[in-house]
């Protein structure tokens, strides 16, 4: 994932201990303090059963993952609020946090009760009504955080009468649901090394998935399953196997472009020099998987090798950098991958959350599959048995001298390394059979230095730097899945960044860095609504329904990676 030039290392004095197996009874007692409860939390507040989680597609009234269900298709089914009274929409309330700085959180919403992240790792719990603060912790940071992109969250997971939130310090912490209060805490891996977790994980069958961040630092990637109860280590995937990381040697990418590796000399490096960097390697895991409960499979997708942009100190395909890759829920064993770009020495991994959904095979007939949205501005369509590629879109962004290779003077190429599709999540309408995706275009150059391993220090090999004077803006796009062609796209002054939400009134929201947070129509893109939040609406919006009236809402903060104007607010719209 790009760091862009924001990258931070914080050393902050407070220190937690014998975390590795989990706090003990008085760390419990001090993180409860710091826990504010500002009145009783709501009656209605239900503890989420696994049936509410697996039937959470088709609920109108609540949204119990952060990206609408386990499909991860980001798509409410109700429709109260659609194309022909949009435009009505009014502000029900905007609530306030603390933390002036980035915000990514999609917010839960359980009977009425909304559960938000911030930077830094807040959390607050409020009347998604009308604002109303029930609690609010705070997370006692270790001693050392070090992270890429911000000091983001982008949300909580919900089972039962317990939150799940992974933290800048690589801490998996669980969280009671009606108070606010630590109920446990581990280490999911040492932030001294490079480990952080800014994603919103997912809970399913009493396992808590998560992955996690250090792509730049030199980390080895995974994914891991914790029990939901105790907070113990169930199974660990390591997206950086210890042998076989080398791959296939492919010459081109997944749309079949030559990506002018030098092969010969890759191979003699690692006859030279030996395979055993796998710990280093990166293949960081930064957004929620998605679960097929049908086949027991989870899909999640990885990010780039380290260092970034320095590919000889890594020869190889760099296994399973850049891929989609599906493992069994219950075991985390490997199941099937598919790499997009082989030994990426651009920075463009796979970072926006895959998806399940209906579409188009081969043979024309429908069946179920597995999308990505790429950095590379393409939409690729998977079987979920093989992962084997269907078909990918029409591209959404400019690409120019693709793949040109990194030198020390610079070499330019586009999509830079933000993307096309960066982490923001998509969205699928069923009925449109359209797949929107938010994109950047933001022309740079790529620049290689030679980089030994730093020890958990930034580990780019380079940088890739922005182009002065060249336009940068955002690209809205409507992808037809069954065909890959793309229906609409609409351009916004900015690059977008954030994640979208489609709805069954036929709407797609989005925002945008300058503050605008915007609905278009899903069938054509016309827009239909704006609001200007004053801050950069960069998180993905929700929808719910309270008491028979339905509400939108979106969090206002800004972008650290993009320098967007940085806010503390949650929006919530509704009609009069």
């Not at 298709?73 to 029900?92: C, E, F, W």
């Not at 603390?98 to 911030?118: D, H, K, R, Y």
């Not at 651009?346 to 959350?353: E, I, K, N, R």
Request: aromatic share 10%.
């Amino acid at each position: 994932m790009n760091l862009h030039s924001h990258v931070t290392r914080i050393a902050l004095s407070l220190a937690l201990v014998g975390l590795a197996s989990g706090a003990n009874a008085d760390e419990i007692q001090g993180q409860k303090e710091m826990s504010k409860q500002a009145s009783g939390i709501s009656k209605e507040l239900i503890p989420v059963s696994q049936a509410m989680l697996n039937a959470a597609a088709d609920d109108k009234n609540n949204w119990l993952h952060p990206n609408g269900s386990y499909a991860q298709t980001r798509y409410y089914p109700a429709s109260q609020i659609h194309t022909g009274n949009v435009s009505k929409l009014k502000t029900a309330f905007v609530f306030q946090t603390a933390v002036l700085e980035s915000m990514q959180t999609a917010p839960i919403v359980v009977n009425g009760v909304m559960f938000l992240t911030t930077s830094y790792n807040h959390v607050y719990a409020i009347d998604a009504v009308t604002g109303e603060q029930f609690w609010y912790y705070k997370h006692k940071m270790g001693p050392i955080t070090t992270y890429c992109c911000g000091p983001n969250n982008r949300g909580v997971a919900i089972s039962g009468d317990t939150l799940f939130m992974g933290t800048l310090d690589a801490k998996l912490i669980a969280l009671d649901t009606k108070t606010g209060a630590l109920v446990w805490e581990t280490e999911i891996a040492d932030p001294e090394l490079g480990y952080s977790e800014t994603m919103a994980p997912t809970v399913v069958d009493g396992k808590v998935l998560i992955g996690t961040n250090g792509g730049e630092y030199g980390i080895r990637g995974f994914v891991k399953a914790f029990d939901a109860r105790t907070g113990k280590l169930i199974w660990t995937f390591y997206t950086i196997p210890e042998k076989g990381h080398e791959g296939v040697w492919a010459e081109n990418d997944a749309t079949g472009r030559n990506m002018k590796r030098d092969i010969a000399n890759e191979k003699a490096l690692l006859e030279k020099n030996g395979g055993d960097f796998y710990k280093t390697l990166g293949g960081g895991v930064w957004m929620t998987p998605a679960v097929d409960l049908d086949t027991r499979t989870v899909y999640f997708v990885v990010g780039n090798p380290s260092p970034d942009l320095y590919g000889d100190i890594r020869p190889g395909d760099n296994l399973y950098t850049d891929s989609i890759v599906a493992v069994d829920l219950d075991s985390g064993a490997y199941k099937a991958h598919f790499q997009y770009i082989a030994h990426d020495v651009w920075d463009l991994d796979a970072v926006s959350p895959p998806i399940i959904t209906q579409a188009a095979g081969k043979d024309g007939k429908m069946q179920k599959v597995v999308i990505h949205g790429g950095k590379t501005g393409h939409v690729y369509v998977h079987d979920p048995k093989t992962l084997e590629l269907i078909r990918f879109s029409d591209a959404m962004v400019p690409q120019e001298n693709m793949w040109v290779l990194p030198t020390r003077d610079g070499a330019r190429m586009l999509p830079g390394a933000n993307g096309g599709v960066e982490w923001n999540p998509m969205a699928v309408n069923p009925k449109t059979r359209l797949a929107y995706a938010a994109n950047l275009h933001q022309p740079m150059t790529y620049h290689v230095e030679e980089a030994p391993y730093p020890g958990g220090k930034l580990w780019l090999g380079g940088a890739f730097k922005v182009i002065p004077g060249e336009a940068q803006y955002g690209i809205l796009s409507a992808v037809n899945i069954d065909t890959g062609k793309i229906g609409w796209s609409v351009k916004t002054d900015q690059p977008l960044m954030g994640g979208v939400l489609a709805t069954a009134g036929n709407l797609v929201l989005t925002g945008e860095g300058n503050g605008m947070f915007n609905a278009y129509h899903a069938k054509t893109g016309k827009k239909l609504w704006s609001f200007q939040t004053g801050a950069g609406v960069n998180a993905p919006p929700v929808s719910y329904t309270v008491d028979g009236k339905q509400y939108i809402a979106v969090a206002a903060g800004g972008n650290t990676q993009l320098d967007f104007k940085r806010g503390n607010s949650v929006f919530v719209f509704t009609l009069p």
